[in-house]
Structure formats: structure tokens, C-alpha cells
């Protein structure tokens, strides 16, 4: 079974519509991520969190909003969908090492959205 | 202004050759540095880092990375190229301090290798 789960892998939504993309994780890290991932532009980052009571606040937040439901749950929204948020979303996970290296990400599957 | 940089939105080379895909950092301090591969539908996957020690890393499937701090540079390796390798490829820096950190992607260089 994958490490980092995402659901839906596709959704198509119309502009105005409320969406919700889920993450969860069996790998047991304390830290997740939102990305987006647009043509020529590579991943850009959303929200993080480094714990159910720690979220941050990426480079694009605007138009979004997350919850970490639990140390293996982090979901993102769309309060109301405009079409330039048609993407491809990633979910990531990190680890804290216990010498305080920071460690590679696990990414999901990521979620096809479209907004009409 | 940038942390990361990938110069060449596509890299073409045959394969049986060698292949590099280029990297550039901005970062203050010592970086970390990563490399993701993305094969189609499919999500990143890691490849290699940079922490510390040896300038020269190995990682997944014969790649390897150097790391040069006069030029700030951490370009992909490989010594004999696979049509297999053909995908996406980001190299990425850990931004920030100690409890405040984030990653910071490049734009992703797209590799194709001809048979």
C-alpha cells in the first residue's frame, strides 16, 4: 500500500464550487505539505504543517485553506474555486531526524483538479 | 529572488551517453540540496540529497550529484544514460532556519532519452 495517499486522483468542479482534497499518511511524519504544480513552473508550496497544532502559510496561499485533522490527515480547501486554480495538487511528507537532519519528502500520487 | 535555479527546460541526449541536468542554488549558510524525479502520472520521487561531506552523492537508479559551493551548483549525473530515464526532474533546497524550514523547488528540467 502507498506511503501518502491523496483523494480524489481527479475531480472536475465548477468556478464557485467548494472542494476538498484529502492527504493521509502511514509513514508516521510529523510534517506535511501542499503543492501545486503548474506548467513552467514547477511545485509551488501552499500550506505546511509541522504538527497538528503548526500550519504555515506557503508562497500561494491565497484562495486556500487546510486542517490537519490528525498527525496522518492534512486536507486542503478551496472555499470557492476559480478556474486559474486548475492544477495538479501534491501532498508531501517529511521527517524529523532524530540527529536534526532534515530529511527527503514522500509525495502522493497528486490530484488532478480542473475548475470549469 | 530565486533559491533554486534549473537552467534548461529540456535536456536532450542519446542514450548509452552521459547525461547532466543543472542546478543553481541561492541559499545563505550551508544548503540541502535534493533531487526528484517525476515520471508521468505519477508523484516526485527521491533521488538523491546533499547534507554535508563528500561533494560527489549517489543515489536511485546509477544517478549522482556534485556539489559546488564556488559556483553554487548541484547538477544531476548519470555516466550512461537509459530511454527508461526519460521523465521530469526538480532539484530542490531546504529554506530557513532551524524549526521555520520549507522547500523551495526549481521550475524541472524534462529529460529525453533517444534511443
Known amino acids: 500500500d502507498a506511503d501518502v495517499t491523496q483523494t480524489p486522483r481527479n475531480r472536475i468542479t465548477k468556478t464557485g464550487k467548494r472542494i476538498m482534497l484529502e492527504c493521509s499518511q502511514t509513514k508516521g511524519h510529523d510534517r506535511m505539505y501542499w503543492y501545486r504544480q503548474d506548467p513552467g513552473l514547477g511545485l509551488r508550496l501552499i500550506y505546511y504543517?509541522?504538527?497538528?497544532?503548526?500550519?504555515n502559510k506557503g508562497e500561494i496561499s491565497d484562495g486556500y485553506s487546510v486542517s490537519r485533522q490528525a498527525q496522518a490527515k492534512f486536507s486542503l480547501s478551496l472555499e470557492s474555486a476559480i478556474p486559474n486554480q486548475t492544477a495538479l495538487y501534491f501532498c508531501a511528507t517529511s521527517d524529523w531526524g532524530s540527529t536534526g537532519t532534515y530529511n527527503e519528502q514522500f509525495f502522493g500520487p497528486g490530484t488532478r483538479l480542473t475548475v470549469l | 529572488a530565486q533559491s533554486v535555479a534549473q537552467p534548461e527546460d529540456q535536456v536532450n541526449v542519446a542514450e548509452g551517453n552521459p547525461l547532466t541536468v543543472k542546478c543553481t542554488y541561492s541559499v545563505s549558510g550551508n544548503p540541502y540540496l535534493f533531487w526528484y524525479v517525476q515520471y508521468p502520472n505519477r508523484g516526485l520521487q527521491f533521488l538523491l540529497k546533499?547534507?554535508?561531506?563528500?561533494?560527489l552523492v549517489k543515489g536511485s537508479y546509477g544517478f549522482e550529484a556534485e556539489f559546488n559551493k564556488s559556483q553554487t551548483s548541484f547538477h544531476l549525473k548519470k555516466p550512461s544514460a537509459l530511454v527508461s530515464d526519460s521523465a521530469l526532474y526538480f532539484c530542490a533546497v531546504r529554506k530557513g532556519t532551524s524549526g521555520t524550514y520549507k522547500y523551495i523547488f526549481g521550475t524541472g528540467t524534462r529529460l529525453k532519452v533517444l534511443a
Open positions: 546533499y547534507i554535508t561531506g563528500d561533494n
Open positions: 504543517s509541522f504538527d497538528v497544532k503548526d500550519i
